[in-house]
């Protein structure tokens, strides 16, 4: 079926080197209809999809050489494990880490901060230390550390964010101090698309000795990331946002920082000698890989990453701003919405609320014209109350959207607003 939003893309909207047609064909997904109306998908910062040559590699892992990994001598398992450490090693190249021993594959964003809180933070913060975290993460950057802050004694302290949806730095600068053990942030909003400056609050964090980390959820298929460049102590993100498929996620930590952390869990591959008396750990990073990990999964994401380079991080960087911006200035001209996040610095996501309709409502009716777009609180619920809503919609963008869907939703969106009006 020929995909009716890819007809002339180029010529409208600058594409900055990027052949969106061959592209969106990379894309089996977006070929299909919904409800008899080619499907437009703006839901990618729930999760992005998938390229053909993702699905296909990891049919190939279970056709052609599934087996278990660092244990076998014979040809499955190390067809297996050299595909595996390929794909760590396509994750250094695209954040810039010193060295691929740097990162641990875990099951997602939520289990890598997890991870830091229940290693480094058990292990470094004590009682009337201090966590500090800003006013608009994600549940997954905040429950781990009101955990640890219970069972360490700690004192968890939230940055607040202005009406614009940025963080206020002149309050963080203050809020800092010598018993701010560990800053954690977003580095783009899954709610609101705030870009913050990453480098002007990791580098005020470590003048007071603080450790910092960093959630890329989503950031990292949008903008480059470079952690030698942030000076980031810890960072995060999740397969399933770049590409990649779900269940596997990364943790990069400095070696230095890593090489002092107690295991997160025990079993299989995080040892090197195990005795009733004794265990001896394994070398970075398999020290944090207990037990069989998602195998196919570091697979397949291996392959999104190289996807994602072969295209050029920044050649996406810069289309999406364009489609960002266009979704903006089309979705600001309609009477009756209005746009939560102002933030000079945006990328992926427009949320927004239309007047005496309920997020779910327009989430509802907009799928009826084949349009999938996220509704809800977006696990944000206070940067909701900060806003004094309870909801939101959201479109969110990936570099296989064009300006003909951002005009099918503005159409769509005046639609639903007539039905109610």
Not at 169 to 184: A, P, Q, W
Request: hydrophobic share 40%; aromatic share 8%.
């Amino acid at each position: 079926m020929k995909d009716p939003y890819m007809n002339a893309t180029a010529t409208k909207l600058n594409t900055h080197g990027l052949d969106i047609d061959k592209i969106r064909s990379d894309f089996p997904v977006l070929a299909q209809e919904v409800h008899n109306r080619p499907l437009i998908y703006l839901d990618n910062a729930a999760t992005t999809q998938k390229p053909r040559q993702v699905i296909d590699e990891i049919t190939k892992y279970y056709t052609n050489y599934n087996s278990n990994i660092h244990r076998g001598v014979h040809h499955l398992s190390q067809e297996a494990t050299r595909r595996y450490e390929a794909a760590r090693h396509q994750i250094q190249k695209l954040v810039n880490s010193t060295r691929d021993i740097e990162l641990i594959f875990t099951r997602g964003t939520t289990e890598s901060i997890n991870l830091v809180a229940s290693t480094w933070g058990r292990a470094n913060v004590k009682h009337g230390d201090e966590i500090l975290i800003t006013g608009m993460e994600h549940h997954s950057n905040i429950v781990p550390w009101q955990l640890l802050a219970q069972d360490s004694g700690a004192i968890l302290k939230v940055v607040p964010i202005t009406d614009d949806g940025e963080i206020d730095l002149e309050e963080y600068y203050k809020m800092l101090n010598r018993r701010t053990k560990i800053v954690s942030f977003v580095h783009v909003s899954n709610s609101l698309g705030t870009i913050n400056p990453a480098k002007q609050i990791i580098d005020a964090a470590h003048e007071v000795g603080a450790v910092v980390l960093m959630d890329t959820a989503q950031s990292i298929q949008h903008i480059p990331v470079d952690v030698r460049e942030l000076d980031v102590d810890f960072m995060a993100f999740s397969g399933h946002k770049i590409y990649g498929p779900t269940g596997i996620g990364v943790l990069y930590g400095k070696k230095d920082i890593l090489a002092e952390m107690p295991p997160y869990q025990g079993g299989g591959d995080m040892i090197k000698s195990v005795t009733f008396e004794k265990t001896i750990y394994n070398d970075l990073p398999y020290r944090f890989e207990a037990g069989t990990p998602n195998i196919v999964g570091a697979i397949g994401l291996g392959e999104a990453i190289t996807y994602v380079r072969k295209t050029g991080i920044d050649k996406i960087a810069a289309y999406e701003k364009e489609l960002m911006e266009y979704g903006t200035e089309k979705l600001s001209a309609i009477n009756g919405l209005k746009i939560i996040g102002t933030a000079k610095e945006k990328a992926g996501a427009i949320s927004f609320v239309l007047d005496n309709i309920h997020p779910h409502d327009v989430g509802t009716l907009l799928d009826t014209q084949g349009i999938a777009v996220r509704t809800g609180h977006h696990c944000t619920e206070p940067v909701m109350r900060r806003f004094g809503i309870p909801a939101t919609s959201r479109a969110s963008f990936a570099f296989y959207n064009t300006k003909e869907e951002i005009d099918e939703l503005a159409k769509a969106l005046k639609k639903v607003i007539n039905m109610f009006s």
